[in-house]
């Protein structure tokens, strides 16, 4: 069964910490994304990446930074968190659009960000 | 602008009726791709249909299909037959041409009624 783990589905943090949310796809998925969610907004994108060490900034990087040292690992840092980055984070993968794939996004359950 | 518009905050509708949820697009561009997704309250998104915009047929997978018009660019979802599982927010995107990137709209909320 495919797979897109994010390693917390819960966190508390302070302002001014440093944060790490990380995501692993046991797909071989080229395309990783992060996406934040808020209610009345949908789903925004802080930041893609293509391929290992390949980045790209979304509609809402700032106060985000990203990371892909291997395929199969995209984690996302909020280098100094505030209380606006209050959120839902949602890590996603899709392969590249080939033998007639759809590319749709497989997502993973999500980790909820309160920052106090 | 919006290249996703879902109007609907919120549908209620009845177990056993069908249901439709309402999504347009904007895009200049002749090749785009459009999707679905589902979002019960357990917060993992789950990819439900797809519709390329040179497919002929609306696309249909079990109890979903996909009322694609392309002229008014319209891309609602035909839920046929409602669960109370069912019971989700529901998320229209598009992805255009050779973009990776897919832009989502901002959801519509489903309760379904014993």
């Known amino acids: 069964d495919v797979k897109v783990t994010q390693s917390s589905r819960y966190l508390v943090k302070r302002t001014g910490e440093k944060v790490f949310l990380e995501c692993v796809q046991d797909m071989d998925h080229e395309n990783m994304f992060w996406y934040r969610q808020d209610p009345g907004l949908g789903l925004r994108l802080i930041y893609f990446s293509y391929d290992v060490k390949m980045k790209e900034k979304g509609d809402i990087p700032e106060g985000y930074s990203v990371s892909r040292e291997k395929k199969e690992r995209f984690s996302l840092i909020l280098e100094s968190a505030s209380t606006n980055q209050t959120s839902m984070y949602l890590c996603?993968?899709?392969?590249?659009?080939?033998?007639?794939?759809?590319?749709?996004?497989?997502f993973g359950e999500g980790s909820r960000l309160t920052v106090l | 602008a919006q290249k996703i518009t879902q109007t609907q905050p919120g549908m209620f509708v009845q177990e056993k009726e069908a249901v439709t949820l309402d999504c347009t697009y904007d895009t200049s561009d002749p090749s785009y791709g459009l999707f679905w997704y589902k979002q019960p309250s357990s917060g993992e998104m789950i990819f439900l249909i797809y519709?390329?915009?040179?497919?002929?047929q609306n696309a249909t997978e079990g109890r979903y299909s996909l009322n694609f018009q392309k002229a008014r660019k319209s891309a609602n979802l035909v839920i046929s037959a409602s669960q109370l599982g069912d019971s989700a927010m529901y998320f229209c995107?598009?992805?255009?041409?050779?973009?990776?990137?897919?832009?989502f709209g901002r959801g519509t909320s489903l309760i379904v009624h014993p």
């Open positions: 996603a993968s899709s392969s590249i659009l080939a033998g007639g794939s759809a590319g749709e996004l497989f």
């Open positions: 519709q390329g915009s040179y497919d002929q």
């Open positions: 995107a598009m992805r255009e041409g050779g973009s990776y990137i897919p832009t």
